[in-house]
């Protein structure tokens, strides 16, 4: 079972810190989400930081979210 997102950071260029419940603190490279329509409004900053903790992963305030597999496996520890 993968570790469940308690907190998430953004970053520089479009990174997020995460902290997962089982202690790991993993990086998350958002910027090839940041494409299209949908995820394409995350390249406005303002937006891209309202990056915020749901269920078992992370949302923005417009809707957008990522996978809680995508986050945990396509992240790399600090």
């Known amino acids: 079972m993968r570790p469940k997102a308690v907190s998430v950071q ?4 479009y990174n997020l810190l995460v902290l997962f419940d089982n202690g790991e603190k993993r990086i998350y490279d ?3 989400l940041i ?3 949908w995820f394409g409004k995350l390249k406005d900053l303002k937006l891209f930081n309202t ?9 923005w305030a ?4 990522v996978c809680p597999d995508d986050l945990y496996y396509s992240s790399v520890p600090v």
């Open 10 to 13: 953004p970053l520089e260029n």
């Open 30 to 32: 958002a910027k090839p």
């Open 35 to 37: 494409k299209g329509e």
């Open 51 to 59: 990056v915020h903790v749901a269920g078992l992963s992370i949302e």
């Open 62 to 65: 417009g809707g957008q979210d």
